[in-house]
């Protein structure tokens, strides 16, 4: 291998290390096994999504963890060569300092792919970089990171429900028609902490179904990488990323290990009450608003916020509004109708000040007039 290296670069110095990279251009070789790779988009608020390239989680003969970068102007050149668990060898590249939010890896340069970089399979198998390596991380590692939006770790346990239904039921997932939602909720055991809320989403959620459904016995242990913590309705949850992959049972060593703690520690596996989990909350029109109001950031509140004021117009505040999950709002109306308006057949969602018409956003209603991204809705 450093013949080669001496050959492709003129040096016969072996590869850098990640920890040894510096800022900026450089023509140094790099050797590392790609863990994983997946798009990198950007959401507009108001638009369209945006392709940016390809992200890569790789590792290198010390175990480093290292993020990569393809441009999306570069990705038809490069993405059909990448495969997951195979050795690359890049020569010349551009470190670039990592972003503030949401780190997957413990280097905090970015390597990035550039116009005169080579990026080529090695035909042999480098049994001194490891095959894979996770972060996971404990319950109270990640109440200490809560909202932080800074490093995603990995973490591992067991189920307890998966979309509110118990293991002993052996919940199938998937359909023949495809007709299956982009959110896959389980309620996860850590091994120091409370029963966990987490949210898996697009491609995890679709590899978690393709695997639960794929096991010969029922899936026990649960291991979900780069999951990011939030508090939602004053509890502790996690979500999945688009870094995220999903691991059950005996995929990969932490999730077989977790497999034999659970056989020496038989009282972790105790059942759990769905009714207990997914516990029902009543609450009026007004506090919901109240809710709303205050957490604008955490919740997507629009079909809310259109339901609740129409409702409370008709039914005079005299409607409760059940939360089946504190997270996944499903809502069940108990109203008094007082009156009926008859020739009112259509009504649109108004802005409160300027009675103009609202735009959906992503999270909120949007006046075009008032340019107000929160705006207060009326129904008119």
Same mark, same amino acid.
């Given at each position: 291998?450093?013949?080669?290296?001496?050959?492709?670069?003129?040096?016969?110095?072996?590869?850098?290390?990640?920890?040894?990279?510096? =800022?900026? =251009?450089?023509?140094?070789?790099?050797?590392?096994?790609?863990?994983?790779?997946?798009?990198?988009?950007?959401?507009?608020? !108001?638009? =369209?999504?945006?392709?940016?390239?390809?992200?890569?989680?790789?590792? /290198?003969?010390? !175990?480093?963890?290292?993020?990569?970068?393809?441009?999306?102007?570069?990705?038809?050149?490069?993405?059909?060569?990448?495969?997951?668990?195979?050795?690359?060898?890049?020569?010349?590249?551009?470190?670039?300092?990592?972003?503030?939010?949401?780190?997957?890896?413990?280097?905090?340069?970015?390597?990035?792919?550039?116009?005169?970089?080579?990026?080529?399979? /090695?035909?042999?198998?480098?049994?001194?970089?490891?095959?894979?390596?996770?972060?996971?991380?404990?319950?109270?590692?990640?109440?200490?990171?809560?909202?932080?939006?800074?490093?995603?770790?990995?973490?591992?346990?067991?189920?307890?429900?998966?979309?509110?239904?118990?293991?002993?039921?052996?919940?199938?997932?998937?359909?023949?028609?495809?007709?299956?939602?982009?959110?896959?909720?389980?309620?996860?055991?850590?091994?120091? !902490?409370?029963?966990?809320?987490?949210?898996?989403?697009?491609?995890?959620?679709?590899?978690?179904?393709?695997?639960?459904?794929?096991?010969?016995?029922?899936?026990?242990?649960?291991?979900?990488?780069?999951?990011?913590?939030?508090?939602?309705?004053?509890?502790?949850?996690?979500?999945?990323?688009?870094?995220?992959?999903?691991?059950?049972?005996?995929?990969?060593?932490?999730?077989?290990?977790?497999?034999?703690?659970?056989?020496?520690?038989?009282?972790?596996?105790?059942?759990?009450?769905?009714?207990?989990?997914?516990?029902?909350?009543?609450?009026?029109?007004?506090?919901?608003?109240?809710?709303?109001?205050?957490?604008?950031?955490?919740?997507?509140?629009?079909?809310?916020?259109?339901?609740?004021?129409?409702?409370?117009?008709?039914?005079?505040?005299?409607?409760?509004?059940?939360?089946?999950?504190?997270?996944?709002?499903?809502?069940?109306?108990?109203?008094?109708?007082?009156?009926?308006?008859?020739?009112?057949?259509?009504?649109?969602?108004?802005?409160?000040?300027?009675?103009?018409?609202?735009?959906?956003? =992503?999270?909120?209603?949007?006046?075009?007039?008032?340019?107000?991204?929160?705006?207060?809705?009326?129904?008119?």
């Amino acid at each position: 291998m450093s013949k080669e290296i001496a050959i492709r670069t003129g040096e016969s110095s072996p590869p850098l290390l990640f920890r040894q990279v510096s =800022p900026g =251009p450089s023509d140094s070789t790099l050797q590392f096994r790609l863990l994983h790779f997946w798009n990198a988009r950007k959401n507009v608020k !108001g638009g =369209p999504e945006i392709l940016l390239g390809v992200e890569m989680l790789m590792i /290198d003969a010390e !175990g480093t963890l290292a993020q990569g970068f393809i441009g999306q102007n570069r990705r038809s050149q490069y993405e059909k060569e990448l495969e997951r668990g195979r050795v690359y060898t890049l020569t010349t590249f551009y470190a670039s300092n990592s972003k503030v939010m949401y780190h997957v890896a413990d280097q905090r340069l970015v390597i990035c792919i550039s116009h005169d970089s080579a990026l080529s399979k /090695d035909e042999e198998d480098v049994e001194s970089i490891l095959t894979e390596r996770f972060r996971v991380h404990s319950f109270s590692d990640f109440e200490a990171n809560c909202d932080l939006r800074g490093d995603l770790h990995d973490v591992v346990g067991h189920l307890k429900l998966v979309d509110g239904q118990a293991l002993h039921q052996r919940p199938v997932l998937c359909t023949k028609d495809g007709s299956v939602s982009r959110k896959v909720t389980v309620h996860l055991q850590l091994k120091d !902490g409370p029963v966990v809320n987490v949210y898996l989403w697009d491609e995890a959620a679709e590899s978690f179904r393709l695997k639960f459904d794929a096991s010969a016995t029922t899936p026990t242990v649960l291991l979900v990488t780069t999951v990011n913590p939030k508090r939602l309705g004053g509890k502790l949850c996690l979500s999945s990323m688009s870094s995220s992959r999903v691991f059950l049972d005996e995929d990969v060593d932490p999730t077989s290990e977790y497999l034999t703690w659970l056989s020496a520690n038989p009282s972790a596996t105790s059942l759990v009450n769905p009714v207990e989990v997914v516990k029902a909350e009543t609450l009026t029109i007004s506090e919901i608003a109240a809710f709303l109001k205050r957490e604008p950031a955490k919740v997507n509140p629009i079909s809310l916020l259109e339901s609740s004021t129409f409702l409370n117009l008709v039914a005079h505040n005299f409607c409760d509004v059940t939360f089946v999950n504190p997270i996944s709002f499903t809502i069940y109306c108990i109203a008094t109708i007082d009156d009926v308006k008859l020739g009112a057949e259509w009504y649109y969602i108004a802005c409160k000040d300027c009675q103009t018409k609202l735009n959906r956003g =992503p999270t909120t209603l949007l006046c075009p007039k008032c340019r107000n991204e929160d705006a207060t809705a009326l129904a008119k």
